[in-house]
Structure formats: C-alpha cells, structure tokens
C-alpha cells in the first residue's frame, strides 16, 4: 500500500521482500515481532522510496502530527543537503 501510485514496479516489490524475508530468515531463530518485521520493511522501503517509506513510517509509528514525520525525516534531508548534487 505505502508503494502505491509510485514509479515502483512489481519487481523491484517482489526484491525487497525477497530480501525482507531472507533477512528475517538469516537474522532470527524462531518468532518475529512485528516491530523487527516493522523495522526491516523500513529499512528496505528507505533505499526503495522515499515517499513509500514516509507512508509506512506514518501509519506504523503512528505519527500524530507534522512534528513527527519531521522527526522522522530529518536524517534524511540532513544527508541530501550534505551530500553533493
């Protein structure tokens, strides 16, 4: 859901759950919470979309106002502004 109506094709969704899933498998024993499984979808939504990542961010860490997705966005633009262009 967080993918749609991005220029995000069913491979590159397919990958990155492949490459969740393969996480969750080499990373853990038994049973995944679902905040690690939370956490993993956002590490791959980050490198996927931007845009993907911040709508799943928001309704899985139930941002509550602007403030927090700022917070949730700085690292980001912190990174884009340092890095050159």
């Given at each position: 859901?967080?993918?749609?109506?991005?220029?995000?094709?069913?491979?590159?969704?397919?990958?990155?759950?492949?490459?969740?899933?393969?996480?969750?498998?080499?990373?853990?024993?038994?049973?995944?919470?679902?905040?690690?499984?939370?956490?993993?979808?956002?590490?791959?939504?980050?490198?996927?979309?931007?845009?993907?990542?911040?709508?799943?961010?928001?309704?899985?860490?139930?941002?509550?106002?602007?403030?927090?997705?700022?917070?949730?966005?700085?690292?980001?633009?912190?990174?884009?502004?340092?890095?050159?262009r």
């Amino acid at each position: 859901r967080a993918c749609w109506k991005r220029s995000i094709n069913s491979r590159q969704i397919e990958r990155a759950t492949v490459a969740i899933e393969n996480d969750v498998y080499r990373s853990f024993d038994t049973e995944v919470e679902s905040s690690q499984l939370g956490e993993l979808v956002l590490e791959h939504l980050r490198d996927l979309d931007e845009v993907a990542f911040v709508r799943f961010a928001s309704v899985y860490r139930q941002f509550n106002d602007v403030h927090d997705f700022f917070e949730e966005l700085r690292p980001m633009l912190g990174e884009k502004w340092r890095s050159p262009r």
